[in-house]
T-cell receptor, first 117, second 113 residues
């Protein structure tokens, strides 16, 4: 069974500083993908970044980077130079990559980030 | 490119009533997902379609929930009869193929009184 754990219900960060949101996972799939989504108060899930289990390098997308530590089964999201617009819920998710597996995303419980001016 | 459309955005009903939600995926996307997001939790997959066929409905409460995707494009999710615990946001997502990135709609917020 697959499971995602996000242990930080809420986080504060000062504007322009960096923040790390924690995510650990558990899976028996040999190949899997890890995702981070942002959910503002409007409710829409916005894709931020993706890391494949077979990728050697950590993924980066602009101010977002994923600190992937396979042996520790962690996939933390790092947001650099926080902006007020980063205030939102953040969800870590995973799914299997085998062609015969369901492609459903398994989500964690989320972390609410509040950026202080 | 237009995103995933959902309607209505909000719905309030009394328990034991019926309700239906509509989703229009991104044009050309073969895979469509319905997720349920209860307050304070992450989304949970209810059902996944590949074109007009069901791929995964293992977590769909089939005694009260039903979904269809006629012609492999639009989809409707129905709850009949609704229970208090069905209060949640219902998110629709689509992807060009099952293994590609999923794009989410704005969701329908359901309140059951």
């Amino acid at each position: 069974a697959q499971k995602i754990t996000q242990t930080q219900p809420g986080m504060f960060v000062q504007e322009k500083e960096a923040v790390t949101l924690d995510c650990t996972y558990d899976t028996s799939d040999p190949s899997y993908g890890l995702f981070w989504y942002k959910q503002p108060s409007s409710g829409e899930m916005i894709f931020l970044i993706y890391q494949g289990s077979y990728d050697q390098q950590n993924a980066t997308e602009g101010r977002y980077s994923l600190n992937f530590q396979k042996a520790r089964k962690s996939a933390n999201l790092v947001i650099s130079a926080s902006q007020l617009g980063d205030s939102a819920m953040y969800f870590c998710a995973m799914r299997g990559l085998r062609m015969d597996s369901s492609y459903k995303l398994i989500f964690g419980s989320g972390t609410r980030l509040l950026v202080r001016p | 490119e237009a995103g995933v459309a959902q309607s209505p955005r909000y719905k309030i009903i009394e328990k034991r009533q019926s309700v239906a939600f509509w989703c229009n995926p991104i044009s050309g996307h073969a895979t469509l997902y319905w997720y349920q997001q209860i307050l304070g939790q992450g989304p949970k997959l209810l059902i996944q379609f590949q074109n007009n066929g069901v791929v995964d409905d293992s977590q769909l409460p089939k005694d009260r929930f039903s979904a269809e995707r006629l012609k492999g494009v639009d989809s409707t999710l129905k709850i009949q009869p609704a229970k208090l615990e069905d209060s949640a946001v219902y998110l629709c997502a689509s992807s060009s193929e099952g293994y590609n990135e999923q794009f989410f709609g704005p969701g329908t917020r359901l309140t059951v009184l």
